[in-house]
Structures are given as C-alpha cells and as structure tokens.
C-alpha cells in the first residue's frame, strides 16, 4: 500500500527545535513535488513549506521563513522539516503530501483538501508548552 507516513512531532519549548519526518512507502518520492501542511484547531489549514521533485527549489510561508528548513532525501526516500525557535503559534498537527503535477508554490497555496494530493499523511502533532 502507498503511503505517506509523518513522524517526529512532540512537545518542545518555546524557542526549542524539532525534526519532522515524512517517509514514503510503496512509491518513490523522486520528481514528486513534496509539502508540509499544519492545521491548528479552529484555524485554517497552513501551507508550511515546499520543495520541488525536479530541482530542489523550495518556498516557505512568511510565517516560518528563517526558522524552518525543509530538505529531502530521495536515497532513504523521505522529506524533513527541521523546525528551529518555535514559537507558541507553531502548534498543530503538521501533514505531508506529495502531488506529482503541482509545482512548489501551487502546492503550498492549495486551498482545497489533501485528499485531492496524490499521496498525503495523517499527520504529527506538534506542542509548544514551557
């Protein structure tokens, strides 16, 4: 079965950091276009960040620019988000998906639901509690 599986979420303090995991199975991540989505309760869903299957290029929301870094890895077939200085804003559950078509801005703007992505998570839940 394909799927997107996320890991790595937790609860961190303010100003701490976190590692998130987004690994593959079933199918390659090569040449998909790759996001990572976050949805705190009774707000919209964030496009995060993004990064491209074909040249790496990535785009991120101005509100985790600086702090954020996302990267893949195609030989352990996974996508990372490093988090750096969270802040209390940044908890939610954070979801990846995969689209093959959508470019790297397409698909951190996409409005509709991730069910409509090629491949898409169940998400990591992310705390900022001291």
């Known amino acids: 079965q394909s799927q997107l599986v996320e890991s790595g979420g937790g609860l961190v303090q303010p100003g701490g950091s976190l590692r998130l995991s987004c690994a593959a199975s079933?199918?390659?991540?090569?040449?998909?276009?790759i996001g990572w989505f976050r949805q705190a309760p009774g707000k919209e869903r964030e496009g995060v960040s993004c990064?491209?299957?074909?040249?790496?290029?990535?785009y991120y929301a101005d509100s985790v620019k600086g702090r954020f870094t996302i990267s893949r890895d195609n030989a352990k077939n996974t996508v990372y988000l490093q988090m750096n200085s969270l802040r209390s804003e940044d908890p939610a559950a954070y979801y990846c998906?995969?689209?093959?078509?959508?470019?790297?801005?397409?698909?951190?703007?996409?409005?509709?639901?991730?069910?409509?992505?090629?491949?898409w998570g169940k998400g990591t839940l992310v705390t900022v509690s001291s």
């Open positions: 998906a995969a689209d093959y078509a959508l470019i790297v801005q397409a698909l951190c703007n996409f409005q509709g639901s991730l069910n409509g992505m090629d491949y």
């Open positions: 990064i491209s299957g074909s040249d790496d290029s990535t």
């Open positions: 079933g199918f390659t991540l090569d040449y998909f276009t």
